[in-house]
């Protein structure tokens, strides 16, 4: 059983940033893959980032290529994701998501708040 927990959401300013954090316990960090969704209201939770267990292993969502960055650190079993130049519609609840190499399971942490004001 994996347990996640995101935090690090907040309310910012268009054109701001924000860096969310997943601290993941309960599994070998480095056979995880973690990714990060997000659902804004009324929406359907979409991808927007992967780190895989393969070094520099990373994907995007087109709609954030270029503005947001997934890092991990494997010594603190943390992701990061960081999230520049934000807009309205980045406002949404952030999800981190791990998925085993070995039994292929998926976890969830309980989500983040992000709100972008105009």
């Known amino acids: 059983q994996v347990h996640l927990v995101e935090s690090g959401g907040g309310l910012v300013q268009a054109g701001g940033s924000l860096t969310l954090s997943c601290v993941a316990s309960?599994?070998?960090?480095?056979?995880?893959?973690i990714n990060w969704f997000r659902q804004a209201q009324g929406k359907e939770r979409e991808f927007v980032a992967r780190?895989?267990?393969?070094?520099?292993?990373?994907v995007y969502a087109d709609i954030v290529k270029g503005r947001f960055t997934i890092s991990r650190d494997n010594a603190k079993n943390t992701v990061y994701l960081r999230l520049n130049n934000l807009k309205p519609e980045d406002t949404a609840v952030y999800y981190c998501?791990?998925?085993?190499?070995?039994?292929?399971?998926?976890?969830w942490g309980q989500g983040t708040q992000v709100t972008v004001s105009s």
């Open positions: 780190s895989s267990w393969g070094i520099n292993t990373t």
């Open positions: 998501n791990a998925e085993s190499r070995f039994t292929g399971e998926n976890y």
């Open positions: 309960g599994s070998t960090f480095s056979s995880l893959a």
